[in-house]
DNA sequence: TTGTAGGCGTTATCAT
DNA sequence: ATGATAACGCCTACAA
């Protein structure tokens, strides 16, 4: 035991690997309600009963049923039990990536709504893959889960997948990254009003040359809190230069700094500038660094999402926060809603939720 | 349709909801592989053998149920397939949490293996919580999964729920919160020789008094990592007087900051400082801020594990990577490894992997 | 290559 | 309150 056998490398890291002992599966088979019942003598009906405490039922043979349940180490096969009951008691979530503060904290949202009904939650990411995603969105399906909470990838803009599970009686809600085209309950952050709030802080703080860095328009976030910040440029009289809006194919920090670089570059250079989001904002306060900006003096600098980071790196960033635990209760409550309303009517809802202004040093 | 109904509280938010459209779930009887053998005149059997493109079948009526099964959109009931094949295709992971990078990235890992091999990945978190991990797995298992992959949560100091699983043939896998109790595979940071290898770089950089960071000594990798810094010390003929040596029982921002007040109030102050995690760092380097040390003429500051947001902070930390991506790998590879092995003997492994020191400004 | 039939573990619908 | 028994949808010997 503890046998150093040799050294492996494994990715262009030194690993060792300690040879433990040998293994084989045991194959003991999994105890049924049959067995259960056959030492009882009773029928498996009445075991069913008895482990689902359903109301007609003896008290003591539901008492005998559970302790020879527990004896014989009994555990119900949720397999069985979906096939033949049609409800899993799962929720399906597919997100881009839980590789992010927004999304892992929304997911949070969902499964503290969920546990709360007795339902747990099958995490999936697309990783921004459009046909990743469609292959999720089958497997859950054809896995009969009780509903799928979507948050759709850059990539897609086609959406029949959904409207196909949709279409095979599936309830599915959609959060943060929507669509129009679908026909669903969906729960989005106030992009436009959150965009343009930001924006006018920056504008009450003087500035008047603010300029834009975000990602593609072709996204639907992005084009919203794209149209707020230009909005309340337009409301306050202020004009946008064309090389003042810089748009960039992946959020990154090193995207973001280049178009700092980029807009350092121009002989007319902004006061101020927007963000699409956190991490953009913290490539470009480095890129001030390197620079010899200051911020804010000569230039503020505004996120969006409020990740933990924008508050630990200094000078500490403004920013919009979204309450992305709370979108992910909600989420959970609408689709819970659809799915206890079975074949009756549902009202399908648009939640609106508003972010806030949360001030810091970069401006 | 998009009529404003009213202003809803959502936990002090401002949210509008508009009204949609009603809805009634569709209630189609899906397809099933009797329906496509019906109405192909064939067997349920052959049917079956197409789809699964078994070896003993006619090319030309596979084409004929593959042509027909689109036709009449079959999907396959997962359920239905698992519960005879007794086969899921699905790995269950249980992570503390995935709002932090390392286990996000590890989970990263372990799908990038698992797709490749057909098999999908369900994530769930035990939120730190030992009574929500025992439900998680026991889920798992009655689910049917080939296979768990678990990390263990904080409070987790009994193994019987894993130990239970595994009895009933359910091939586990460990990774990086282990235990040393149960006889499976499992893939752990070198945390000992990390933490030793960072300390002796603060050492070579002329630093002799060095403080410490962490986590309660009751978590196995809190205490490994002390061990190491303590190893490193000792054969430098460096003390560490008790004053040094902090704890903190959860790793959060204001605790390090907490812990840097602290230390800056003895006497005998540390010229630098070792912490668990970066998350620690950084709310060191933040104290240091408030309190006007020099970073890293006055105070270095190392940190343990590399996230992004230790690049990004100013002075940016020193740390030790963790290869989480290739962690998850690993135990992806070795439970699979296992799974197909099923009852022939497999060779339980222990993978050490070692961390790289990341040197930055803060040293 | 194809068909038959039994089984996977549970729930649900009848009776009793 | 309990028991038979037929689903649930698919797989897999075994037989043809």
Redesign the pocket.
């Known amino acids: 035991m503890n046998l150093r056998i040799g050294w492996v490398n494994l990715n262009q890291l030194i690993t060792y690997r300690l040879s433990y002992y040998s293994k084989i599966l045991p194959l003991k088979?999994?105890?049924?309600?049959?067995d259960l019942?056959k030492s009882l003598?009773?029928?498996?009906?009445?075991?069913?009963?008895?482990?689902?405490n359903?109301?007609?039922?003896?008290e003591?043979?539901?008492q005998a049923v559970l302790k020879l349940a527990k004896e014989m180490d009994?555990?119900?096969?949720?397999?069985?039990?979906g096939?033949?009951?049609?409800?899993s008691k799962i929720l399906g979530v597919v997100v881009p990536t839980i590789n992010r503060q927004f999304w892992s904290n929304s997911i949070s949202g969902i499964e503290n709504i969920a546990y709360q009904d007795g339902y747990k939650v099958m995490i999936f990411q697309s990783t921004e893959s459009f046909i990743k995603e469609v292959e999720i969105v089958e497997t859950l399906a054809n896995s009969r889960v009780d509903g799928i909470l979507i948050a759709f990838s850059k990539e897609t803009k086609d959406y029949a997948h959904v409207q196909q599970v949709m279409d095979r009686g599936i309830p599915v809600v959609l959060f943060e990254r929507v669509c129009e085209e679908l026909e669903t309950s969906k729960v989005v952050t106030d992009d436009f009003f959150g965009a343009k709030k930001i924006t006018q802080h920056l504008i009450s703080r003087g500035k008047n040359n603010i300029a834009y860095l975000g990602g593609p328009m072709s996204l639907g976030v992005c084009k919203d809190r794209f149209l707020g910040f230009q909005s309340a440029m337009t409301d306050a009289g202020l004009n946008i230069p064309a090389e003042h809006i810089i748009e960039t194919e992946e959020f990154t920090f090193e995207n973001a700094k280049n178009g700092i670089y980029q807009l350092w570059n121009t002989k007319n250079k902004p006061d101020a500038i927007f963000c699409f989001a956190d991490i953009l904002a913290i490539g470009a306060l480095d890129a001030c660094k390197e620079l010899g900006i200051k911020v804010p003096e000569q230039l503020s600098i505004a996120g969006f999402g409020n990740d933990d980071t924008s508050r630990f790196v200094s000078p500490s960033i403004t920013t919009m926060a979204q309450p992305s635990f709370e979108i992910g209760q909600l989420a959970a409550k609408l689709i819970l809603e659809e799915i206890t309303a079975g074949n009756e009517v549902t009202i399908l809802k648009k939640e609106v939720i508003q972010p806030t202004l949360v001030i810091r040093e970069s401006s």
Do not use: D, F, G
């Open positions: 088979k999994p105890i049924t309600i049959k019942a003598n009773i029928s498996v009906a009445t075991v069913s009963r008895a482990l689902r359903s109301s007609e039922i003896n003591e043979t539901k009994y555990h119900p096969n949720l397999l069985a039990r096939l033949s009951s049609k409800k």
